[in-house]
């Protein structure tokens, strides 16, 4: 694998991820029930979490690539 490549796909599953993050939000806010909102807690948020963390960790591949850091 291209070490251009890691980056590229890290960004990409965390695009998804913030979709399907974006797409739970839009149901709690639309129509809220207990189910939906219990889903958007426990699967919506780490969804988030785990975004942002392959967001930095794409970022921090890239500075490692052109050896800024």
């Known amino acids: ?3 251009r490549e890691i980056p ?3 960004l990409r ?3 998804v991820l913030i979709a399907l993050f974006n797409l739970l ?3 709690v806010m639309v129509h809220t029930t ?3 909102f ?5 699967i919506g948020q780490p969804l ?4 942002f963390l392959l967001l930095i960790g794409a970022v921090l591949a890239d500075l490692r ?3 800024m850091i």
């Not at 219990?38 to 426990?42: I, K, S």
């Not at 988030?48 to 975004?51: C, E, G, I, T």
Request: aromatic share 12%; no cysteine.
């Open 1 to 3: 694998m291209i070490p």
């Open 8 to 10: 590229v796909r890290l």
């Open 13 to 15: 599953i965390a695009v």
């Open 25 to 27: 939000a839009l149901l």
């Open 34 to 36: 207990p189910i939906v």
């Open 38 to 42: 219990t889903l958007f807690m426990f």
């Open 48 to 51: 988030f979490v785990l975004a």
């Open 65 to 67: 690539a052109r050896d």
